[in-house]
Structure formats: C-alpha cells, structure tokens
C-alpha cells in the first residue's frame, strides 16, 4: 500500500523541526570550540606575572621574546600549510564542476516518506511518539489564562521587648584604719680604726711605680715587634700576588695575541676561498654564455628573440620558500632594547610582549582548527570526483580496458 501524499504543513513542520535540531547541533559545536579554545589558551600561554626586579622583568622579557620567534615560524608553517589547502581545494572544485558538465545526471526515483519515518531516520531511537498534526489540529482549543493576583500581606509589627533594669545598691566599704607608724631605732654602725703601718718596714712606692712602667714598656715593645713582622709578611705577600698578577696577565695577552693571528689567518683563508669560488662561477658562467650565444646564432633570430624575451620577464633566480620564509619571519622579528627600560616600561614592554604572543597563539590555533575542516573537505571532494567519474565517460573506459 502506498502511503499518502504529505501535506504542507506537515512538510513545514518537519523543516522546522529539522532546522531546530540543526541549530541545537551548530550551538553545541560552538560551545564544544570554545571550550577547546581555552584549553590550548591555558596550556600554551602562562599567565603573565610583573612581580619581582629589573633584571628579574629583563629575563621575563627575553624569554617571551624567544619564544614568541618559536611560535612564530609555526603559525607561519601552519598558514602555508593552509594556502596548500586552500589551492587544492579550488583545484578539485573545478575539477568537480568539469566532471558535471561531461554526462546527464540519473533521474531519480521520487521516494514518498511519512512523517514518522523521517523523524525516526533522523533520530533513531529517540524518536517514540508518533505524529498525527490532523488529530492535533482537531483538538486544540484556546484556553484561558487566569490571571492569579497575588496579595502581599505585610509583617505584624514585632512586640517590643520590655527590659527591666535592676538596681544594685552599692555599699559603702569602711575605710582602713591607719596602721601605727613603727619607729625602728636606728642601730649604731661599728668605728673602723685605720692600720698602722709599723716603724720598722718602709714601703718604696717609687720604686714600685718604676717597676710597673718598665713591665709596660717591656709588653708595649713585644706588641710592637709583633705587628711589624705581621706587617713584614703582609707585604711580602703582597709582593707575591702583585708579581703572579702581572705573570697572568702577560699570559693572558699571549694568549690574545695568538688567537687573533689565528682568527686572521682564517679570515683571510676564507676570503681567498671566496674569491676562487667567485672566479669560477664567473668562468662557468661565461662558458655558458659562450655557448648560449654560439647555440642562439645557430637557431635563428626569431628563437632567439623569444628566448631574449623569456630571459627578461623571468627577472631573475626564483626564490624558494626557504628563503622567502627567512626573508618574512625577519622583516617581523623586531629587535629587544631593554637594557636603558626603568622598571615601569619594563612592565609596560612585558604586557605587550605577552599580548603579542596571545595573538600568535591565537591565529596558530585558527589555522590548525581550519586545516581541520580543510582535511575533510579534501576528502569529501575526492569522493565526490570518485562517484562523478563512474558515471562519465572517461571513467566508463578506464573500467572497460580493466
């Protein structure tokens, strides 16, 4: 039995319904790439931190700077990369619409499907009701809204608390009687008599104060040895290390002196290395130009106007990507002059440096993201060339010599 034929509104509704479910798909993707996004952010670029001193923000400074040369190069590879993509894209798209153009497409059969069919081809198992917009349509009826009011009711007022104060009676302390003054009676110190010295012994007290002088004299002097042969070898030591200095240093300028004769013995080896490269690239080149001319008077004139006429609009050697990538990453490298930076515009020159390697992390990431859907848009083209081939004649006679 063959189904009925769909309705309008039921072909409108499956569109929207497949538009929402698409939709829902586009937002998830999108919150699923941003979420990628700032994982790659987080682990490639660290936080920037300004704390600490100036040679501490000059290091900071240099590291960011090598390393915004490393990433760089790689956002420079993953753009060439990109435009390779891009120029085989273009070229299987025309390749595709040459192939359109070589045979009749196939009419195909008209296929009639239910609703519930479609739903069930696009949601598999998730799709368990089954839709019938006619019975649907049938049974709507316009129901009304009641409106519900609500009333807010304000808070009784909360009794107020009573507070009841009570009355300490002080009492009056008695005041301390005064204490009877006890007068110690002062005891009599004891009278000490001063010693006499006996008449027979008399004590020299010259003779003394000469005897102390002369033992101080006699360590003064020792000290005063002791610091001069102190000071003796000081200077002998001194002496030493003054003559092993000035040893060292003649060294030292022999040692320079050697390196520089031999630093200019190298130089000029290499200079005469070159200057006999030179001369025989110019001699291969006159050989060659020798033997374009003997071959161009043979050939005739008009060949040899042709060639002349290649010759100039090829204005050169071509350069290769080798060197146009060397060429490029220089002309954006910009030199690091932080040596004269106070410690402000060292900072300022840091946020700038970690802003500029954001944004280089940023484009890499973009490229990598898009050489992602560029892969698999190669690979959809060249199936679609496979099937388009099949049916053109070219394919049909490749198949046939099989």
């Given at each position: 039995m063959s189904e009925k034929k769909m309705s309008s509104s039921r072909k409108h509704h499956l569109k929207s319904l497949m538009l929402q479910i698409a939709q829902e798909l586009i937002a998830e993707e999108e919150a699923q790439s941003l979420e990628d996004r700032k994982q790659y952010m987080s682990e490639n670029i660290t936080p920037l931190q300004l704390t600490g001193s100036i040679a501490e923000l000059q290091d900071l400074c240099k590291k960011m700077h090598q390393k915004i040369d490393v990433i760089d190069e790689e956002r420079y590879d993953l753009g060439s990369k990109v435009g390779k993509s891009d120029k085989e894209i273009e070229d299987l798209q025309i390749k595709v619409q040459d192939l359109k153009g070589k045979f009749k497409k196939p009419v195909l059969k008209k296929v009639c499907m239910s609703a519930d069919a479609m739903l069930q081809a696009l949601l598999g198992s998730k799709h368990k009701v089954s839709m019938d917009l006619r019975s649907n349509l049938k049974q709507v009826k316009k129901e009304v809204k009641e409106e519900v009011v609500e009333v807010e009711v304000a808070p009784e007022a909360a009794p107020e608390e009573e507070v009841e104060e009570e009355e300490v009676e002080e009492e009056a302390e008695p005041e301390p009687e005064p204490e009877p003054e006890v007068v110690e009676e002062e005891e009599e110190k004891p009278k000490f008599k001063v010693p006499k010295v006996p008449d027979g012994e008399k004590v020299d007290f010259d003779d003394l104060h000469k005897k102390r002088q002369n033992k101080d004299l006699i360590e003064l002097q020792g000290l005063i040895d002791v610091h001069f042969e102190n000071r003796k070898k000081?200077?002998?030591?001194?002496?030493?290390?003054?003559?092993?200095?000035?040893?060292?240093?003649?060294?030292?300028?022999?040692?320079?002196?050697?390196?520089?004769?031999?630093?200019?013995?190298?130089?000029?080896?290499?200079?005469?290395?070159?200057?006999?490269?030179?001369?025989?690239?110019?001699?291969?080149?006159a050989d060659d130009d020798a033997k374009k001319k003997s071959a161009l008077t043979n050939m005739g004139s008009s060949y040899s106007s042709s060639l002349q006429k290649a010759d100039t609009k090829r204005g050169g050697k071509k350069q290769t990507e080798r060197e146009k990538k060397k060429k490029i990453l220089a002309e954006r490298r910009k030199p690091l002059n932080i040596d004269h930076l106070n410690e402000d515009k060292l900072k300022d020159k840091a946020k700038d440096l970690w802003e500029w390697m954001h944004q280089l992390e940023s484009e890499k990431y973009e490229h990598i993201e898009k050489l992602k859907r560029q892969k698999y848009e190669v690979i959809s083209l060249r199936n679609r060339i496979d099937e388009l081939q099949k049916h053109s004649k070219k394919g049909a006679a490749a198949r046939r010599r099989k």
């Open positions: 000081e200077e002998e030591e001194l002496i030493a290390l003054k003559s092993r200095i000035e040893k060292r240093r003649s060294e030292r300028a022999e040692i320079q002196r050697v390196r520089t004769e031999k630093d200019k013995e190298r130089q000029a080896r290499r200079e005469e290395e070159r200057l006999k490269k030179e001369e025989m690239d110019q001699r291969r080149k």
